[in-house]
């Protein structure tokens, strides 16, 4: 609706829009009309998600007019929330690059996929501890796509330097594996050197790709992969998780500190 007379005769797009010009400001209040009709936070997180699949520039605009509102609905607490219900809220494939346990071997190739060349923060997730709410698999996704919302809103990063990731190892959560509608892998999940060896290639492969101060954090991952990952990675890679450290020295390089 932004688009003037002459952009839309050269879009070829003339008469397939109402004929009124919106402005950005007018598109903001009008997002925010709809947003207000929203009682259920599950509803107001979904109409943001779609705003941000649909119109990006948009999406950021409204965030940032009250960070205070609209944090809690783009991640913590509405997120576990859509986090459960993912596989329900799921649109469009934009949201993040899910691999797969079975894709080893594949990942740089994978990285390709993405229409993105310069990445400089990767979230990353294998599911299995969401918040509060225990092993969520492939529908983690949630947690990587808010957190760097909020990289973009409240750190200024380009969104389109923001990679979300899902590593799918299976689930162990029975009712997902039991459950038509789930969208992950629907075995157990795999552990040890196989694990391990997914990790070990995936770092690589960011690396080899984004480069050395490509910031990766590790988010919601178990206690016992969080600790190890990290005391295996931490002088390696520029790498953090901010379960289990706060904010470190790591973040100077992503804002050029």
């Given at each position: 609706m932004?688009?003037?007379?002459?952009?839309?005769?050269?879009?070829?797009?003339?008469?397939?829009?109402?004929p009124?010009?919106?402005?950005?400001?007018?598109?903001?209040?009008r997002?925010?009309?709809?947003?207000?009709?929203?009682?259920?936070?599950?509803?107001?997180?979904?109409?943001?998600?779609?705003?941000?699949?649909?119109?990006?520039?948009?999406?950021?605009?409204?965030?940032?007019?009250?960070i205070?509102?609209?944090?809690?609905?783009?991640?913590?607490?509405?997120?576990?929330?859509?986090?459960?219900?993912?596989?329900?809220?799921?649109?469009?494939?934009?949201?993040?690059?899910?691999?797969?346990?079975?894709?080893?071997?594949h990942?740089?190739?994978?990285?390709?996929?993405?229409?993105e060349?310069?990445?400089?923060?990767?979230?990353?997730?294998?599911?299995?501890?969401?918040?509060?709410?225990?092993?969520?698999?492939?529908?983690?996704?949630?947690?990587?796509?808010?957190?760097?919302?909020?990289?973009?809103?409240?750190g200024?990063?380009?969104?389109?330097?923001?990679?979300?990731?899902?590593?799918?190892?299976?689930?162990?959560?029975e009712?997902?594996?039991?459950?038509?509608?789930?969208?992950?892998?629907?075995?157990?999940?795999?552990?040890?050197?196989?694990?391990?060896?997914?990790?070990?290639?995936?770092?690589?492969?960011?690396?080899?790709?984004?480069?050395?101060?490509?910031?990766?954090?590790?988010?919601?991952?178990?206690?016992?992969?969080?600790?190890?990952?990290?005391?295996?990675?931490?002088?390696?890679?520029?790498?953090?998780?901010?379960?289990?450290?706060?904010?470190?020295?790591?973040?100077s390089?992503?804002?050029?500190?």
């Amino acid at each position: 609706m932004a688009f003037t007379l002459e952009e839309r005769l050269q879009l070829g797009i003339h008469g397939l829009l109402p004929p009124c010009f919106l402005s950005q400001d007018v598109q903001v209040l009008r997002v925010m009309k709809s947003y207000e009709t929203r009682t259920n936070p599950l509803d107001k997180y979904i109409l943001l998600m779609t705003l941000q699949d649909r119109n990006e520039k948009l999406f950021y605009r409204v965030l940032t007019s009250d960070i205070e509102e609209f944090m809690p609905i783009v991640y913590t607490p509405t997120v576990g929330l859509a986090c459960q219900q993912y596989g329900l809220a799921f649109r469009r494939p934009r949201s993040g690059l899910f691999i797969t346990i079975h894709d080893r071997g594949h990942i740089a190739t994978m990285l390709n996929s993405w229409p993105e060349e310069n990445i400089k923060a990767v979230v990353v997730t294998d599911g299995e501890r969401i918040l509060g709410l225990g092993d969520l698999g492939s529908y983690g996704m949630g947690i990587p796509v808010g957190k760097l919302a909020l990289y973009t809103a409240c750190g200024g990063v380009h969104p389109q330097q923001c990679l979300p990731v899902l590593l799918d190892v299976g689930t162990d959560n029975e009712t997902l594996l039991n459950d038509p509608l789930y969208i992950g892998l629907k075995h157990k999940r795999v552990r040890g050197k196989e694990y391990d060896d997914l990790i070990d290639e995936f770092m690589q492969a960011v690396t080899d790709k984004y480069g050395m101060n490509c910031l990766i954090q590790f988010e919601d991952f178990a206690n016992n992969n969080a600790f190890r990952i990290l005391s295996k990675y931490r002088n390696r890679y520029c790498t953090f998780n901010d379960d289990i450290q706060e904010f470190g020295p790591e973040f100077s390089l992503l804002f050029g500190g």
